[in-house]
């Protein structure tokens, strides 16, 4: 296992500056997964922890050593890349074994670490085969194998299931998964996709322009957001943002939207942003955070909400159903049955104490 800590990293390619000043320290063990949009800079990160790019500044250390002016042979990382990086004209045994006989190590050690590695990752069948016969899934074990064989004290893996369909992709995110329990090795991980960071990370590091936006235990995020871009970034669908304004009502303060609707906020809630009262403000909910009214109960801090419903979206057992609130298009996610089609009204809940409020300025949590 290694302990990673980046101090100061920076990283310029021409006019455009891909990582702008990073810190971060990750622990010995951790599963680490990097998340953000194209373009953010994960990869270029990932990459210059591993060594295939060059930092303009900042120090990397792993387990207290700098390891800045090291090759990336001689750092002790293995790296799991997106296109598998497989010799096609080797087999399943020869491309696991490879980095293994280029360190000239004992033929009896390489046959017993790429049998472990085969059983650990359920290819042991497949040794003899050539890539091109496998299944996508099938040549990802096989990296990940490659890279396992190699005892490294850092596994880095750069977007490895972006290529794969989507049962597949929920299949290797268990792998993975197991994987790092079976192993404990530190392990840092990127994607774009927030499904795979949620499922995967011990912590989410959220970049985004090259820097770290908020970092956390994936449900401190989720539930925690600091910012707008964070709030909208994690959850699928994407959270709901509706314009409002904060006023005072019945001795507490509601959300009122411009139509005219108002949505009370529970005193908990209320006392901690009774100074923003008579401002403007921008409402977070997720779709997951409404309910059919007489489905929802009478629990404290649901709030009722009657919509006309525009579009409905069923996807098994639950529904999306779409409605207008303030010229803004909001979805909530309902049982299956719930609603019959467009044109439909209905009375909703809505979970104040789990919803956002944000400085519209500023895009930041209140």
Request: net charge negative; glycine share 8%.
């Amino acid at each position: 296992m290694a302990r990673v800590r980046l101090s100061g990293l920076h990283k310029h390619y021409g006019a455009l500056h891909a990582v702008r000043g990073i810190d971060l320290d990750i622990p010995e063990g951790e599963f680490t997964v990097i998340v953000g949009p194209s373009g953010c800079g994960k990869s270029t990160l990932l990459r210059t922890v591993a060594g295939l790019e060059e930092a303009d500044e900042g120090a990397i250390e792993i387990d207290g050593e700098v390891v800045n002016d090291l090759a990336p042979r001689d750092r002790n990382i293995a790296m799991v890349f997106q296109n598998y990086a497989l010799y096609p004209y080797m087999t399943v045994f020869e491309n696991i074994a490879f980095g293994l006989r280029a360190r000239k190590f004992p033929k009896p050690e390489i046959n017993k670490r790429v049998q472990e590695a085969a059983e650990l990752l359920d290819i042991t069948e497949q040794l003899v085969r050539y890539p091109r016969q496998l299944s996508g899934g099938q040549r990802q074990r096989v990296a990940i194998g490659r890279a396992i064989v190699r005892d490294a004290r850092l596994f880095l893996f750069d977007e490895p299931l972006s290529n794969l369909d989507a049962q597949l992709r929920e299949e290797m995110r268990a792998e993975i998964k197991r994987l790092h329990q079976d192993l404990g090795k530190t392990m840092i991980y990127v994607t774009h996709d927030q499904v795979e960071a949620m499922t995967l990370a011990d912590r989410i590091v959220l970049l985004r322009d090259g820097l770290i936006e908020q970092q956390g235990a994936p449900l401190d995020l989720f539930e925690r957001p600091e910012t707008r871009f964070v709030a909208g970034f994690l959850g699928s669908p994407t959270m709901n943002f509706v314009p409002a304004t904060l006023e005072a009502s019945d001795g507490g303060l509601a959300v009122r939207f411009a139509e005219g609707t108002t949505l009370p906020l529970p005193p908990t809630r209320a006392q901690a942003v009774r100074s923003r009262a008579g401002s403007a403000v921008t409402l977070g909910v997720r779709a997951e955070h409404m309910s059919r009214a007489n489905d929802a109960g009478t629990r404290e801090g649901l709030a009722p909400l009657n919509v006309t419903i525009d579009l409905v979206q069923p996807t098994g057992s639950r529904t999306y159903a779409t409605f207008n609130l303030a010229d803004t298009a909001v979805s909530a996610e309902l049982q299956a049955h719930d609603v019959r089609g467009p044109g439909e009204k209905m009375a909703l809940l809505v979970d104040m104490n789990r919803i956002v409020l944000l400085d519209p300025e500023t895009d930041r949590v209140l």
